[in-house]
């Protein structure tokens, strides 16, 4: 079986088997994450690459909820399996993922797929449920305007959420593919706004948060940074801002916000037409991470297939 994961080009992998509580993914496609490029570049990971998938198991698609969660603690009981206590583990991050013909899973991971949206689109259902996560984190009013700062997929995914439910959309896009893009979402040149999301992450994007942002406004989390996060300290106390991280997905009312996502997709296939600009077979996953690395390449999704 192949897989790809740091150092290997078209490594032989040995075939998952499945125990109680576990199933075995026929990957139907798996997409790109900026993580995946970093774990690659930075750290070396010896483990099975990819977070955003979807395939079949027994015949059925699926989309894929790629964290590992004990179930059991106070956060999971509450439905934040996102901030488990008890051991929470990603797949794809800390244990074999989705870049490969077939990968293990939990079986409370699957996600089933509603008429409308294909399991060759649905790896978007993760990268998009994240998105989504944000957006309810910013705690907005109905018909209210959001800035979005970054215009990769995470954000270009937040601004396909907003207007989704209803919200209008500003975005800070550096490159004329990312523009074009959130143009055909219906999101203008950012402008300021009493809620801020952060897709970038660093000392940029943080800054370019803190001008945006009305004063006792809130700035949402989602860009990933490592070590300190370097949050403007005079907007921060002259415009008394808020900052708060959003991370995964959640249950909320009895409800999956993947199950959410997923229905969102459905009913919206030019998302996924949008987002997911590259697609290649596995064998060629060197040339894909190569693309999805190119920030001028054209690309925002860029997926694979085995």
């Known amino acids: 079986m192949r897989g790809v994961r740091w150092g290997d080009d078209g490594v032989v992998i040995d075939e998952p088997t499945a125990d109680r509580g576990e199933v075995v993914m026929d990957v139907a496609l798996a997409s790109i994450r900026g993580t995946d490029i970093h774990l690659l570049r930075e750290t070396g990971a010896r483990h099975v690459l990819g977070h955003e998938f979807a395939g079949w198991v027994d015949g059925v698609p699926h989309a894929v909820e790629p964290t590992v969660f004990c ?6 009981r509450a439905g934040h399996t996102q901030r488990c206590t008890g051991g ?3 797949i794809g991050v ?3 993922g989705g870049l490969a013909d077939r990968v293990l899973l939990p079986d409370y991971a699957l996600v089933a797929l509603p008429d409308g949206l294909t399991v060759e689109d649905a790896s978007l259902v993760e990268p998009a449920s994240v998105s989504w996560h944000g957006v309810r984190r910013a705690e907005l009013e109905p018909g209210e305007s959001v800035a979005v700062v970054g215009a990769g997929s995470i954000g270009l995914l937040a601004v396909a959420a907003l ?3 209803g919200h209008d959309a500003s975005i800070v896009a550096r490159h004329p593919h990312q523009r074009a893009a959130a143009d055909r979402f219906g999101a203008g040149p950012a402008t300021g706004a009493r809620r801020v999301i952060d897709a970038v992450g660093g000392e940029a994007g943080l800054a370019r948060c803190g001008e945006l942002v009305r004063p006792g406004g809130r700035v949402v989390l989602l860009g990933v940074s490592t070590g300190t996060m370097p949050i403007p300290a005079v907007a921060t106390l002259v415009k008394e801002i808020t900052w708060i991280g959003s991370i995964g997905r959640c249950v909320h009312d009895g409800v999956r916000e993947s199950d959410e996502v997923a229905a969102m997709l459905a009913a ?3 998302i996924a037409e949008t987002v997911i600009t590259h697609r290649f077979a596995l064998d060629d996953a060197a040339e894909a991470f190569r693309v999805a ?3 001028a390449s054209g690309a925002i999704k860029v997926a694979l297939h085995p």
């Open 293 to 295: 690395d190119d920030r």
């Open 94 to 96: 800390a244990a074999d």
């Open 88 to 90: 929470r583990v990603n």
């Open 71 to 76: 179930g059991v603690c106070e956060q999971c």
């Open 268 to 270: 919206r296939p030019e």
């Open 163 to 165: 207007r989704h439910l």
